[in-house]
């Protein structure tokens, strides 16, 4: 369970104090999925930072099954906007770091890495170093680490920005494959209506600058088996839509 109850989080910038995200309170049960949507610079990417304990000076409380959020000692799956890997690792290395991270033996997990290599396009790239890859395939790795690790808690900053709208669905559903296999807890931001409401159980509207919570809905379709094609599907991506403009519009 992740707990957030009044969190207030300000930057000083050049001497001057400003604050980025206020008075945000949001539950997420065990095994649940968030998207996040919200205007640029409305304390997405924030958010998660706090979430992910990088980010450790705020006013409120944030806690993960009733203890503050220690990521040395929990599991947690964090993808930041700009992909996180070291460019002197190779994508075999990169993807293994978690899991070296947290003592566990590569040896171990090879079979999950082969299916995640050939999952999200990745074979022959494995000796790649990442200023050798294009920018989605550096998100792809970025995704196969999270993956391979099995996070208690998965933090994703707009995880398919990079991606071809082909390879997007593609890697959305290789995420929701392994999501109903074993659900983790996940959060994503995204810009897009579609995949909000393609991976999020719940969807999480932030608004204003500083980034008020301004709608949480609970999303009927989630999980449906074929919903991308369904009249459903669009007409609730449309009254999305609508509801996020008038509220970046108040
Ligand atoms: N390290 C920082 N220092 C000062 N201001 C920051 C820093 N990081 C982000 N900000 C500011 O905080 C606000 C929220 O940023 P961010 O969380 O990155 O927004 P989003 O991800 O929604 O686009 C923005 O106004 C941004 O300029
Ligand atoms: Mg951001």
Known sequence: MIQIKDLVVTY???????????????????????????????????????????????????????????????????IPQNYGLLPWKNVCDNILLGIKIKNQKAADVKESLNLLLQQL?????????????????????????????KPDLLLMDEPFSALDAMTREEIQDVYLASWK???????LVTHH????????????????????????IDNPLFGAEGVRSQQEFFELCLALRKMIKEDWRK
Do not use: W
């Open 193 to 216: 209506v579609e995949e909000a409401v393609y991976l999020g159980q719940k969807i999480l509207i932030l608004t204003g600058c500083p980034g008020v919570v301004s709608q949480v």
């Open 121 to 149: 396009g990745l074979i022959g790239l494995e000796n790649r170093y990442p200023g050798e890859l294009s920018g989605g395939q550096q998100q792809r790795v970025a995704l196969a680490r999270s993956f391979l690790l």
């Open 181 to 187: 296999k074993h659900p983790i807890s996940t959060i």
């Open 12 to 78: 000083v910038s050049e001497g001057i104090q400003y604050t980025a995200l206020e008075q945000i309170n949001f539950e997420l049960a065990p095994g649940e999925t968030c998207a996040i949507i919200g205007p640029s610079g409305c304390g997405k990417s924030t958010l998660l930072k706090v979430l992910a304990g990088i980010i450790k000076t705020y006013d409120g409380s944030v806690e993960m099954n009733g203890q503050a959020v220690m990521p040395h000692k929990q599991k947690i799956g964090f």
